[in-house]
């Protein structure tokens, strides 16, 4: 964009004001009648002065949120190829169930004898995600990938208590999700990285070195960060038992593997499901996740509750812990029964899929990473050699020289209309740009996507490293000083004549 507007409107894409800054006092989009005047009952405590809410009409709130809307990029929009968070399309049946009113118009604190539907939905979820692990156990509550594994390491924690062992050191490979070690240290362990392989795998050596009896166990992500499946995973799992430790999986990767690989079978006590990743729920800009954690026989009687349990009489949910049933939960994580609305979605998806079709899409998944990868590495380096799983991971060394970083390709990217990939994540890799396009893509999305990049590398060898410094050049705002606004985030708006 080579000039101004002179209303900074781009377009048809319009500059918006907070709302704050829009409104004026008195005016209002209701008509409601004086309130009967009351005596107040607040001694004296009573509010004096206005409450600041923004006065504006209907039309104004309307148009307000509905540019706000149109400003947030989905994966209803465009490419998303974020990797490592399965931006995914979100099936329409998937809502169309969860709008049903007998879904939809559920009260968390119904009695238990009208919500009986409710309670098979969540035990047909869970039945889904046993059979698909193989595992023996699940506990559906957690919030999201995150809250999955503080329920896990919760329950490792509590499993050590109950054997009397003081066990604080956890294993985490070099690659992992910031949330393994902060999970982690949260629960009160210490983490003790594991460095990575050449070929971007975990140092079986070095994790052996690491082993010994204060060793709680490992977090490792499956498939890992670097979209590589750890070809030791069953080693490590033995070995990480033999050591007395436990194995926690970070399952946010499994739809590279869904139908294909049982989790039980590489050995894992604790695994969480993203179903908002891998079963398609929404997410995004930090909506509604859903983190269900599958357990092996050693940690399934710390499971948290709630739980369902069928009874003779119908389904119940188990809300206490000393409802005795030789269990032993930990406690509870999250209010209520977890993420209701994601059950019904995830299990729209699983059913409309079917057991094929879950197998499909992980293959999909794969292929899509693949057809990226080979036409990518024409001219982008690949952090590693091979085969990828469901993501593809490139390092920076393509762009050395250029005077263009990961940061100023991935701006550019956004003028092209797609939602940048993974940047610098993981860490392991210098400057790394993670693609996961999903199985949901067509052909099309993907090789046009591939031309665009191939375009800004072309033009990055090219020379033309100013175009990259400035960009994006479309977008409402531009460059933005991201340190600052996460280390001073401006949180509150506060009137101009304040
Ligand atoms: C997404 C993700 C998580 C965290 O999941 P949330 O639902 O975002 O909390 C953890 N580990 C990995 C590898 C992930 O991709």
Known sequence: MTFQTHTGNRGLVLEEKLIFEQGEAGRSGV???????????????????????????????????????????????????????????????????????????????????????????????????LVLTGMPAVAMSPASGAQGELCGMMAIRAALDAR???????????????TNPATAAACGFTVDSIPATADGRVDLAAFEAKL????????????????????????????????????YCDGANFNAIVGRVRPADLGIDAMHINLHKTFSTPHGGGGPGSGPVVFSD???????????????????????????????????LKGFHGQMGMFVRALSYMKSHGADGLRQASGDAVLNANYLLARLKTKLSVAYPGYCMHEALFDDDFLKGTG??????????????FHPMTMYFPLVVHGALL?????????????????A?????????????????????????????ETAAARKPVLRWTPANA
């Open 212 to 247: 010994g009896d204060d060793v709680a166990g490992i977090m490792l992500t499956n498939p890992n960060t670097c979209g590589l499946f750890e070809r030791d995973v069953r080693k490590i799992a033995d070995l990480v038992h033999a050591a007395g430790g436990y194995f």
């Open 453 to 481: 990049v191939l375009s800004l590398v072309a033009k990055a060898e090219a020379g033309d490293s100013e175009f990259f410094k400035n960009a994006p050049y479309l977008t409402p705002r531009r460059r933005l000083d």
């Open 404 to 417: 263009v970083s990961t940061l100023d390709l991935a701006k550019a990217i956004i003028d092209e209309g």
């Open 31 to 129: 008509d409601l009648p004086d309130p009967e005047p009351v005596k107040s009952r607040m001694g004296g405590l009573e509010r004096d002065s206005d409450i600041g809410l923004p006065g504006l009409s209907e039309p104004q709130v309307v148009r307000h949120f509905t540019r706000l809307s149109q400003k947030n990029f989905g994966i209803d929009s465009g490419f998303f190829p974020l990797g490592s968070c399965t931006m995914k399309h979100n099936p329409r049946l998937n809502e169309k169930i969860a709008r049903l009113p007998g879904i939809a118009d559920l009260h968390p604190m119904q009695p238990e004898s009208t919500v009986q539907g409710a309670l098979e939905l969540i035990d047909q979820c869970a039945h889904w995600l």
């Open 298 to 332: 050693a940690l399934a009687p710390f499971a948290p509750i709630p739980y369902v349990v069928k009874t003779e009489n119908g389904f119940h949910l188990v809300e206490t812990a000393d409802e005795k049933d030789g269990k032993k939960p930990f406690g509870r």
């Open 435 to 451: 693609i996961e396009p999903t199985e949901t893509e067509t052909k099309e999305s993907i090789d046009q996507f591939c031309d």
């Open 164 to 178: 009397g062992e003081n066990r604080r050191r956890v294993l985490v490979p070099e690659s992992a999700h910031g």
